[in-house]
């Protein structure tokens, strides 16, 4: 498995505001992701995170709204720029563990509050 | 499309056996995934099928028939713990995962 962390846990932001969440794992790793989950719904993949490149993003998602970097293999960020109510979400991010079975492993999630 | 379907909500009885059902149309398969995820926490893996047949983990059993597009998870002796939601995930030719909405399993003494 993998010991994934998350900061913050939770936060309650002003509309127009942008949020920066980490990701730091316990060791290197080359896939990680960024995911969205509204409540009572599934995971809605936003992105890829990749190593030394842009990140790829999944269809509906822009680099302009979720900007995202990934300095080495333990560390991502996920930032939500110009927030709004919409926004309002759990942000879980996940890494790949190499099988067999290539598994995913999530954080604890961050819970976003837009008002 | 893809798409994964499993039942929205089921409920059971402590110490009965409940079968979550999960169908799936992928373009290719590489695999099928079930997760559990409690309230407010995140998901946490379950079990992997990538050949037809049953896989057995304690009080876990998941099944995977490729020819139907099936898959369903069983869970015996339940327990109040067992309540949460569980989440089915295939993993397409492109080795991207998939995810089902996940069926919220209720137990009820």
């Known amino acids: 498995s993998a010991v994934i962390s998350q900061k913050p846990s939770r936060d309650i932001c002003q509309r127009g505001t942008s949020l920066t969440i980490q990701c730091q794992v316990d060791?290197?790793?080359?896939?990680m992701f960024w995911y969205r989950q509204q409540p009572g719904q599934s995971l809605t993949l936003i992105a890829t995170?990749?190593?030394?490149?842009?990140?790829?993003?999944e269809s509906g998602f822009v680099i302009d709204k979720f900007p995202i970097s990934r300095p080495n293999l333990t560390f991502s960020t996920l930032t939500v720029s110009n927030m709004s109510p919409e926004d309002s979400s759990i942000y879980l991010c996940s890494v790949e563990r190499t099988g067999p079975p290539d598994t995913q492993y999530f954080g604890p999630g961050t819970r976003l509050t837009v008002l | 499309g893809q798409n994964i379907d499993q039942p929205t909500e089921m409920t059971a009885t402590e110490g009965a056996i409940v079968q979550i059902n999960c169908t799936y149309q992928?373009?290719?398969?590489?695999?099928l995934f079930w997760y559990q995820q409690h309230a407010g926490e995140a998901p946490t893996f379950l079990s992997y099928?990538?050949l037809d047949g049953l896989e057995e983990k304690g009080r876990f059993s998941s099944f995977l028939s490729r020819s139907k597009g099936y898959s369903y998870l069983l869970l015996k002796e339940l327990q109040m713990k067992d309540s949460a939601s569980y989440l089915c995930a295939v993993r397409d030719s492109n080795y991207q995962l998939i995810w089902g909405a996940g069926t919220k399993l209720i137990i009820k003494p």
């Open positions: 099928n990538v």
């Open positions: 992928t373009s290719g398969f590489n695999g």
């Open positions: 995170a990749n190593q030394g490149s842009e990140a790829t993003y």
């Open positions: 060791s290197q790793v080359t896939m």
